[in-house]
């Protein structure tokens, strides 16, 4: 975030962190791969397998929607593994964000996710963070009720 004065609450689910240092992972090497091969259907399946969308494709219904989304939105989502970074990264900037932060995280979710949302927990001046039991990265689908209650009880009426 290059202006964190301009923000009054931030909501972050299961949220990423430019400057983090992933923990390697072959489905990431199998999602590069098939991308530079231009093979969509097979970086989408690479992503699917992750162990960030591990809890939602246990659920038939929702495995069937978030397929079919990730592969409708591949040009986006694989943007993470190429993306440009800050200078500096936001890892080294959590300090600057007065704004209150909720971050909403489920227990399900991937090592990393979990690393991320304890790091901006412990240098985020005003962030709280809420553990979702039984989610994973994809909170608002898999726990909508909970989600929903979660971010309306941290917004100001």
């Not at 609450?9 to 091969?37: M, T």
């Not at 990730?70 to 900037?93: C, G, M």
Request: net charge negative; no cysteine; charged share 25%.
């Amino acid at each position: 975030m290059e202006d964190p004065e301009k923000v009054a609450h931030l909501v972050l689910a299961g949220p990423g962190l430019s400057g983090w240092q992933f923990e390697p992972a072959e489905w990431i090497n199998e999602v590069r791969a098939a991308k530079e091969a231009g093979d969509k259907r097979a970086a989408t399946e690479a992503w699917l397998r992750s162990p960030y969308l591990t809890a939602i494709m246990e659920d038939p219904e929702l495995a069937e929607r978030i397929r079919q989304i990730s592969y409708d939105t591949e040009h986006s989502w694989v943007q993470i593994f190429r993306a440009v970074q800050l200078i500096p990264p936001a890892v080294e900037r959590l300090s600057e964000l007065k704004a209150p932060a909720l971050l909403i995280l489920g227990s399900r979710d991937a090592n990393d996710a979990h690393r991320i949302v304890d790091f901006i927990a412990g240098n985020a001046p005003n962030a709280q963070k809420i553990i979702v039991e039984g989610a994973g990265h994809m909170v608002n689908m898999e726990r909508p009720e909970e989600f929903n209650r979660a971010v309306l009880d941290f917004l100001p009426r």
